[in-house]
């Protein structure tokens, strides 16, 4: 198993930048597959970004393609989601969510673990 704390958001005007960081606990990191995620209220959890687990494929949504980036540091056992020319909209809770030896995947149901999310609040 895997735990994960999520950290990194606040409150931003937009076109600002923020970098969420994702921790996870265990010694076995390297062979998770991870996600981010977003839930606005009222709206469904929705796919952001992922990583395969060997880091070779990378997937985004099409709303914050160009703008964000995931990535990932083993040693650090820790995911990061570094969003850039931020907008009102992408106001929401972020989760990041694991799923061993796992490729690239964007639904909800393919990840396990999950976070407890962390707020991103984008002002106009």
């Known amino acids: 198993q895997v735990q994960l704390v999520e950290s990194g958001g606040g409150l931003v005007q937009a076109g600002d930048s923020l970098r969420l960081s994702c921790a996870a606990s265990?010694?076995?990191?390297?062979?998770?597959?991870m996600g981010w995620f977003r839930q606005a209220p009222g709206k469904e959890r929705e796919f952001v970004a992922a990583m395969s687990w060997t880091g070779g494929s990378i997937s985004y949504a099409d709303s914050v393609k160009g703008r964000f980036t995931i990535a990932r540091d083993n040693a650090e056992n820790t995911v990061y989601l570094q969003m850039n020319s931020l907008k009102p909209e992408d106001t929401a809770v972020y989760y990041c969510a694991a799923r061993p030896y796992g490729s690239v995947a964007i639904t909800t149901q393919a990840y396990p673990y999950w976070g407890q999310g962390t707020q991103v609040t984008v002002s106009s």
């Open positions: 265990g010694r076995t990191f390297s062979v998770y597959a």
